[in-house]
DNA sequence: AAATAGTTTAACCATATGGTTAACAAAATT
DNA sequence: AATTTTGTTAACCATATGGTTAAACTATTT
């Protein structure tokens, strides 16, 4: 069968397109011209525009999702998950850095997105980690803070550096060049800096 | 002159429906419908949808990237620095919310408008902050940190939280109650945390 | 009050766009 | 080999959308 060739063409083109333009920019024919095909075959394959980005929307999503899952199902001390959680992400957002930013400004625009979330398996949950954090802090290993803050902090300076980088550039702040060397550095420097503020 | 009214109009409602639904989604009879006036008035005051965007878009940049320059262009230490200047955007952003994402996504979408930017008056220079961190850190007031590095972290854990907000909360992290709270809690505990981290 | 300039609108227009159809081609099934 | 199913396309359609026009209406000026 040659037809699932086709469909991934499909898939890739919508992705590329999708993630450059967004629902709204894209244009079925330009993804159809991506892929090398009939602009008809995506209707065939995929019903509407909405159905096609929603496919590209949720294979982008669960690639980001359980990422997060590193932080918080895992036995090690917070100061360990901090440092391979960091590493990891800034690493893995550095090869994808387009899909936060799609991924946020879609939920945006669609807010009934996040239903079709709830009840899905591996969304992250705080609860283990607020747990292990409050216990940490107990135990007098790290300083008080609240365990939700420190996810959102956590999650800020891995993620935002990305998500933020065509304003950060615009401003003039940091050009192409210094971006990608501040960015390797960031795959330690982010993991210092958190555990220099909590740890006692 | 009734005339600056119903510009006036046209500007809050073409500001209200292109930061709800970006450059590509906005209707040009959605803002008129909005702003209770005839679709014609949007090209007799602003000759086109391309036009009455970048109004709206300069001015939420300008209204963001000044808030910038508190924490560049002022004379007490770093430390009083962060703390004004982190609480001082919190604030300023949850006031804004949706701005950041505006600008981000927009520049994102359109990067020529980037070069817009160049040789504006008014945008932050690093420098003098790039300076003074080193300064300080030889002194031995902070702990050695690279100024870029310490200012990307700054502004990721002020912005991040309102740009990520819909994923946040779409993972189901945080529900929109506690994300309230968590906000108000961000405007001294961000200082905190930067703090902790830097101060030797 | 007449004329002029500025403001506002309803009705149009051209085009872009998502989607459909009907015919054709290629596999798969019998 | 004949038939059915699946994949692919060019041509088409309905509608939405940014933009225009010409007329009406409202100040402002003379």
New interface residues.
């Given amino acids: 069968m040659k037809s699932e060739t086709s469909e991934v063409l499909i898939l890739n083109a919508a992705k590329s397109v999708f993630i450059k333009?967004?629902?709204?920019?894209a244009r079925m024919q330009e993804i159809a011209d991506e892929a090398g095909i009939n602009k008809a075959l995506l209707h065939y394959y995929f019903r509407s525009k909405q159905q096609l980005f929603e496919a590209v929307f949720f294979n982008a999503f669960s690639l980001l999702?359980p990422q997060?899952n590193y932080i918080l199902n895992d036995d090690s001390s917070v100061e360990d998950k901090i440092i391979k959680f960091t590493h990891n992400y800034v690493s893995f957002v550095s090869q994808h850095p387009y899909l936060?930013?799609f991924?946020?400004?879609e939920?945006?625009?669609n807010?009934d997105?996040?239903l079709k979330?709830?009840g899905n398996e591996n969304?992250?949950?705080?609860e283990k980690f607020k747990i292990q954090v409050n216990n940490e802090v107990q135990k007098g290993i790290i300083?008080p803070?609240?365990p939700?803050?420190l996810?959102?902090?956590i999650?800020?300076?891995c993620?935002?550096?990305f998500?933020?980088s065509?304003?950060?550039?615009?401003?003039?702040?940091?050009d192409d060049e210094?971006f990608n060397q501040?960015i390797d550095?960031?795959k330690t420097?982010?993991a210092n800096?958190?555990i220099?503020?909590?740890k006692m």
């Fill in positions: 333009k967004g629902m709204d920019g999702a997060l936060p930013n991924v946020i400004q939920i945006n625009r807010p997105f996040a979330f709830k969304l992250p949950n705080l300083k803070i609240n939700e803050q996810f959102i902090n999650i800020s300076l993620v935002f550096p998500v933020g065509p304003l950060i550039k615009a401003i003039g702040i940091i210094n501040l550095e960031r420097h982010v800096f958190i220099s503020s909590i």
